[in-house]
């Protein structure tokens, strides 16, 4: 049930990115993008949503057609690598900045791991952001 849901969610925010696709200019390489937390700290509790930007470092610019295919959030920068969460991917409201939602039931810190294939690029970009949830 969960998974179908999650399943909808992702392909929802695929085809909501499809109507606002910025063609990446020609020469580019994952490593000129990056994902960047619009917000590090977020009151624990099981309704958190994480903004996450992502830009085309060259120009500073978002990033709105990247298919998040791989996504982790567990306690590892308090060594609870194995503490993780549910993480679902919500519809974009903002082109290039994708949002999560998760429930972070223990205050400490909280790693953010992504992967995510931008289209015309290869390779892959990924991230690793950390997250502060307090009581
Ligand atoms: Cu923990």
């Given at each position: 049930m969960l998974k179908r849901s999650i399943r909808r969610a992702a392909l929802a925010a695929f085809v909501a990115c499809k109507l606002v696709v910025a063609a990446p200019p020609a020469l580019?390489?994952?490593?000129?993008y990056e994902f960047l937390l619009l917000q590090t700290e977020f009151r624990a509790g099981d309704d958190v949503v994480i903004k996450v930007g992502l830009i085309d470092?060259?120009?500073g610019t978002p990033v709105s057609?990247?298919?998040?295919?791989a996504r982790r959030i567990d306690m590892a920068p308090d060594?609870?690598?194995?503490?993780d969460a549910p993480l679902q991917v919500l519809p974009p409201e903002e082109p290039g900045v994708y949002r999560f939602a998760t429930a972070l039931l223990m205050d400490g810190g909280w790693e953010l791991s992504l992967a995510a294939k931008v289209q015309g690029e290869e390779g892959t970009v990924t991230a690793k952001l950390l997250i502060t949830a307090v009581p």
């Amino acid at each position: 049930m969960l998974k179908r849901s999650i399943r909808r969610a992702a392909l929802a925010a695929f085809v909501a990115c499809k109507l606002v696709v910025a063609a990446p200019p020609a020469l580019a390489a994952v490593r000129d993008y990056e994902f960047l937390l619009l917000q590090t700290e977020f009151r624990a509790g099981d309704d958190v949503v994480i903004k996450v930007g992502l830009i085309d470092k060259r120009a500073g610019t978002p990033v709105s057609d990247a298919v998040i295919f791989a996504r982790r959030i567990d306690m590892a920068p308090d060594g609870m690598p194995t503490m993780d969460a549910p993480l679902q991917v919500l519809p974009p409201e903002e082109p290039g900045v994708y949002r999560f939602a998760t429930a972070l039931l223990m205050d400490g810190g909280w790693e953010l791991s992504l992967a995510a294939k931008v289209q015309g690029e290869e390779g892959t970009v990924t991230a690793k952001l950390l997250i502060t949830a307090v009581p």
